[in-house]
Structures are given as C-alpha cells and as structure tokens.
Nanobody
C-alpha cells in the first residue's frame, strides 16, 4: 500500500487558480498510475483526471478538460493537479488515488490507495 497526503486546497474566487499536491510514501510511487477524484456535498465521488506511471499519458473528465492539468514528479514522489479558471461547480473535496496498474483511467475500482482529501471552495 502507498500512503497519500493531499495539500493545496482552499477558498478561491471564480476564475482563480489552485494547485493541489499529492505526496506519496510506501510502495514505489513511480510504478503506478495515479488519479484525482472529487466529491461535492450530496453527490457521488466523480473522476477528475488520471495520469500513467511515467507521466506520458493523461485522461480528463469532460467537465475539466482545458482547465485542469495533471502531472507528476516521480523523483519527488508527488503528483499535482493544476486547476485554472475555477468555477463554483468545482467546489468539492478532492482526493488523489493510486492505481493498481501502470496506467490509470476513470474507473474507481482500479484504484486501491486513497488520500484523506482536501477541500476546494470556489466562491465570491
């Protein structure tokens, strides 16, 4: 198992930006795909973005495509989610997760390690 800790959440105005970080420890961070999910109050957890083990393949939900960017630095055991042009509907708790596989996609069942989440609130 890998232990994941998210950081970087907070309150931001619409149109603003935030960068979330996900620090990993435990099993080899760079050997598995990783992803970001989010859960808004009263809603189910939904997929946001994923990246494969090497960082060469990315996958995004349609709702964030063109605004969010996922990346990773395996030397630092850290993943990132850059969020630009934030909207009120982006408000949620954001979770990073580690895939069981080299690649990662939108299926929740492919992920077996989860962080505790970080709150992102977009409001004026």
């Amino acid at each position: 198992q890998v232990h994941l800790v998210e950081s970087g959440g907070g309150l931001v105005q619409p149109g603003g930006s935030l960068r979330l970080s996900c620090a990993g420890s435990g099993r080899t961070f760079g050997s598995y795909g990783m992803g970001w999910f989010r859960q808004a109050p009263g809603k189910e957890r939904e997929f946001v973005a994923a990246i494969n083990w090497s960082g060469s393949g990315e996958y995004y939900a349609d709702s964030v495509k063109g605004r969010f960017s996922i990346s990773r630095d395996n030397a630092k055991n850290t993943g990132y989610l850059q969020m630009n042009n934030l909207k009120p509907e982006d408000t949620a708790v954001y979770y990073c997760a580690m895939s069981k596989y080299l690649s990662a996609g939108p299926q929740t069942e492919d992920f077996n390690s989860w962080g505790q989440g970080t709150q992102v609130t977009v409001s004026s």
